[in-house]
């Protein structure tokens, strides 16, 4: 059973690079057909997708994020990883990393499709931006 | 960005009792080979999101029949047959058909 747990510092200063690990066990983190994202969850607040990389290496980002975002893969070290730059206070909040596991599924007119959702999540971090 | 937005915003529910939660998108999340691609998740108190429903109306793994999705177009239904004390926390919709998927704001539930 796969699992994921997020991994860095609690407190990172204005203007530095956020940078958290997503330690996957229980399986590997490039082999199947998956996508491997981070969301973040600012305290008391819902839920916002920052991005995912998936098994092929594909990307894809937020928007309102790409400029300050890199998910990143280590296969030797079966981790994901996340840097966020000159974070603000308004990036504080609980980050969690998610596998997108999914299934082949047929339409109607038996074209052949791949659907993903989120299946497994770590339990989150907690970052704090302060000076 | 596709827009979510759910009502309502918290709903107090008495165990045995049904539930529904609405969830609206600012475009059809129909995709063009006929499915909904919309999530339905669950965050317990204190604990990460689960995932509940998957393209509209499937349920996922281990997850109790008494609750199912519905919907079409932009307008969705997520009901819980018989709530139960385990069914509390706060419930998220998300868009899947692009990118970026995008959360609904959350219907807190809890105990009356």
């Known amino acids: 059973q796969v699992q994921l747990q997020e991994s860095g510092p609690g407190l990172v200063k204005p203007s530095q690079t956020l940078s958290l690990t997503c330690t996957v066990s229980g399986g590997s983190i490039s082999s199947g057909n998956y996508y491997w994202s981070w969301i973040r969850q600012p305290a008391g607040k819902g839920l916002e997708w920052i991005g995912r990389i998936y098994t092929s290496g594909n990307t894809n980002y937020n928007p309102s994020l790409k400029s300050r975002v890199t998910i990143s893969v280590d296969t030797s070290k079966n981790h994901l990883s996340l840097n966020l730059s000159s974070v603000t206070a308004t990036d504080t909040a609980v980050y969690y990393c998610a596998r997108g596991g999914g299934f082949d599924f047929w339409s109607g007119s038996l074209d052949r499709y791949y659907y993903y959702y989120m299946d497994v999540w770590g339990k989150g971090t907690t970052v704090t931006v302060s000076s | 960005d596709i827009v979510m937005t759910q009502s309502p915003v918290s709903l107090p529910v008495t165990p045995g009792e049904p539930a529904s939660i609405s969830c609206r998108s600012s475009q059809s999340l129909l995709h063009d080979n006929g499915f909904i691609y919309l999530d339905w998740y669950l965050q317990k108190p204190g604990q990460s999101p689960q995932l509940l429903i998957y393209?509209?109306?499937n349920r996922a793994s281990g997850v109790p029949d008494r609750f199912s999705g519905s919907g079409s177009g932009t307008d969705f239904t997520l009901e819980i047959s018989r709530v139960e004390a385990e069914d509390v926390g706060v419930y998220y919709c998300m868009q899947a058909l692009q990118a970026p998927p995008t959360f609904g704001p959350g219907t807190k539930v809890d105990i009356k």
């Open positions: 393209l509209g109306s």
